[in-house]
């Protein structure tokens, strides 16, 4: 069993930043592929950010690249999502995941999940 906790969502207004981050417990945390996944009301859950074990690799969805950062230090077992130049449509609730099955997590599948943090980026 993996244990992953949020922190970092709260609201900021359009153009704004903020910073996710995700600490783990159970394996060793370089075990672990880690991402970001997101939902906004009425829309489908979607990968935003990945990032692999040794954070050699790292995967974007279209609409954030540029944008956000993801990044993982696993001396200290975080994985961080830096989010620059927010915009209203990037308000969701943001849900840190970790995949010990493969390298990289796969959009739509991920074996461990946080209890999410809500993100409200104001006009």
């Known amino acids: 069993q993996v244990q992953l906790v949020e922190s970092g969502g709260g609201l900021v207004q359009a153009g704004g930043s903020l910073r996710l981050s995700c600490g783990t417990s159970?394996?060793?945390?370089?075990?672990?592929?880690m991402g970001w996944f997101r939902q906004a009301p009425g829309k489908e859950r979607e990968l935003v950010a990945a990032?692999?074990?040794?954070?050699?690799?790292?995967q974007y969805v279209d609409s954030v690249k540029g944008r956000f950062t993801i990044s993982r230090d696993n001396a200290k077992s975080t994985v961080t999502l830096q989010m620059n130049s927010l915009k209203p449509e990037d308000t969701a609730v943001y849900y840190c995941?970790?995949?010990?099955?493969?390298?990289?997590?796969?959009?739509?599948?991920?074996?461990?999940w946080g209890q999410g943090t809500q993100v409200t980026v104001s006009s």
């Open positions: 995941t970790a995949d010990v099955r493969y390298n990289m997590v796969v959009a739509g599948t991920s074996e461990y």
């Open positions: 159970g394996r060793t945390f370089s075990s672990y592929a």
């Open positions: 990032i692999s074990r040794l954070g050699v690799s790292t």
